[in-house]
């Protein structure tokens, strides 16, 4: 008898984890394979926000807005560990022209061709009133108005920078979101697979065929191809199906700099390319900037941050900051491949930024996930199933909605008082060493720590306070294999360890798979 499941999705990134959680808790038998780590491509190197996306309004992406915005409180509840608010500081610059071909800024040029080439006070805070009201707004608090020239937000900025709003969204961890969203699949049943890339997809009758490239076989009534990048080569070169959709390759920079000031809030900045980007507080000593927007030639992991686009980034954080930002600061850069649904649009920049569902059904189902925003990745999820119910006897409700991620079972206003708790219950963790462990664990923290009295019961320091304890669990309950995914992805302790301690967490880690 042939191994069955009711479900094989290609891809361990968002979308293909999200879909993989969704439909384990309906009652689906449910295989994913993941060729490489779990988020090792787009879904670890975004700009990590839950945000509506103020920017696509200028595109009249109203339904896109309006779903992410609602998205954003319901994922906030959800994971209160790895996400949390985070206010956004927009400084209104009396200087700025800029070059933008939105459907806005061109009906703009019409009815103001005295005034073209600015976007107007007026229309921003137009447009965040909508982003106030779109989504139905509970826990994030709302626009408001800064004097820069009396505000602590104002003192890293140019004397010229005078007035500002300030509003609301959320910080994520997105490769931890991903790495918990396959976790929380694996306990309803799921069977997730990492190294394992499917070289072969064919229809067998009503099922499919699915052969692995170490030559493993599995069947399935269904088949999701959440490749991400690749969901265009799996739907050519693996599945052969006939498609006359196509995927927008849009690579996205971002460079992390020391801290550039001492607040936690973010920055909002608009260029004079019409572009925007962001500067945000990142792991605590550092700034993250980003990001571009650029088409992307060759293959999806071969994407960096190339020199131009470091210098672009530096010199666009430039106008705004008194203190110039110069690419000698830089000390981390990484750049992902946003695989957009190809609609056509002059420039990368304008490429639709929703997600496109799409059903082969000419005999076992197969549906192809293109686009699609960190934020929507739930509700893409569940319209996933809407679109495959018809092809199962029961599928179950949407149930996500509710339902905490691994370690998330505590209010949004309560981390506070889990780091409190966690070193009053653990001395020997320090304050910096507790809060990293709840924002990264939540509650699973103390599933971690045991029973631990010191330092030493968690094993081997190898340094940034990683422990073999850790390590353990990052094996056995996130699917990590080597320490890249543990130092870049799981966590992003890289920045603070060196080329040595993290050879050494190679080594331990190769050494305990080969005892396993």
């Not at 918990?180 to 064919?202: C, M, T």
């Not at 009503?206 to 490749?227: I, K, P, S, T």
């Not at 190809?342 to 920049?349: C, N, Q």
């Amino acid at each position: 008898m042939p191994d069955i499941t009711d479900l094989f999705i290609i891809g361990g990134g968002i979308n293909g984890c999200g879909i993989a959680r969704d439909a384990s808790g309906r009652g689906l038998s449910v295989r994913l394979a993941e060729m490489g780590d779990l988020a090792q491509a787009t879904s670890s190197k975004s700009t990590k926000l839950f945000h509506g996306g103020l920017r696509y309004l200028e595109y009249l992406e109203i339904r896109l807005v309006r779903e992410a915005l609602k998205e954003r409180e319901v994922l906030l509840r959800a994971m209160p560990h790895i996400s949390w608010p985070m206010r956004f500081v927009l400084p209104l610059d009396p200087q700025m022209t800029f070059e933008s071909q939105t459907p806005v800024s061109k009906l703009l040029g019409w009815l103001m061709p005295w005034d073209r080439g600015h976007r107007p006070n007026f229309l921003i805070r137009a447009g965040l009133f909508l982003y106030d009201n779109l989504g139905g707004r509970r826990i994030l608090p709302g626009t408001r108005s800064l004097d820069l020239t009396e505000s602590p937000e104002g003192a890293p900025l140019q004397a010229r920078l005078s007035k500002a709003y300030e509003y609301s969204d959320c910080w994520v961890d997105d490769a931890r979101l991903v790495a918990l969203n396959a976790r929380d699949a694996a306990q309803r049943g799921a069977e997730i697979l990492v190294g394992a890339k499917v070289v072969e997809a064919v229809r067998e009758g009503d099922l499919w065929r699915v052969m692995l490239e170490d030559g493993q076989v599995f069947h399935a009534h269904a088949l999701v191809n959440a490749g991400g990048p690749w969901v265009g080569q799996v739907i050519r070169d693996v599945a052969h199906l006939p498609s006359t959709e196509s995927v927008r390759l849009v690579r996205g920079s971002h460079i992390v700099v020391p801290r550039l000031y001492d607040h936690d809030k973010a920055y909002f900045f608009q260029g004079v390319d019409g572009r925007i980007i962001f500067a945000i507080p990142y792991q605590d000593d550092f700034t993250l900037i980003g990001t571009t927007d650029r088409d992307h030639q060759g293959a999806p992991l071969d994407a960096e941050c190339t020199p131009e686009e470091q210098q672009y980034l530096c010199d666009f954080a430039s106008e705004y900051f008194k203190a110039p930002v110069t690419p000698d600061q830089v000390v981390w850069t990484y750049s992902g491949v946003r695989p957009l649904y190809d609609d056509g649009a002059k420039s990368a920049t304008a490429a639709t930024r929703d997600y496109v569902l799409s059903m082969d059904e000419a005999g076992a189902p197969c549906l192809n996930v293109f686009g699609g925003k960190i934020t929507t990745y739930r509700r893409l999820a569940e319209h996933a199933m809407e679109k495959l119910a018809s092809h199962f006897a029961q599928t179950g409700a949407a149930w996500t909605a509710g339902a905490p991620l691994p370690g998330g079972d505590f209010p949004v206003d309560a981390v506070s008082r889990l780091i409190a708790d966690l070193q009053a219950d653990y001395p020997f963790l320090t304050e910096r060493w507790a809060a990293r462990l709840v924002r990264a664990y939540g509650s699973d923290a103390r599933m971690i720590l045991g029973d631990a009295k010191d330092a030493a019961a968690l094993g081997r320091d190898f340094g940034a306070t990683l422990t073999e304890a850790e390590l353990r669990w990052l094996m056995e309950h996130e699917f990590a294999r080597h320490a890249e995914d543990v130092v870049w992805r799981r966590s992003k302790l890289g920045l603070r360890m060196d080329v040595k301690q993290i050879a050494a967490v190679e080594e331990w880690m190769q050494e305990v798979r080969a005892a396993a």
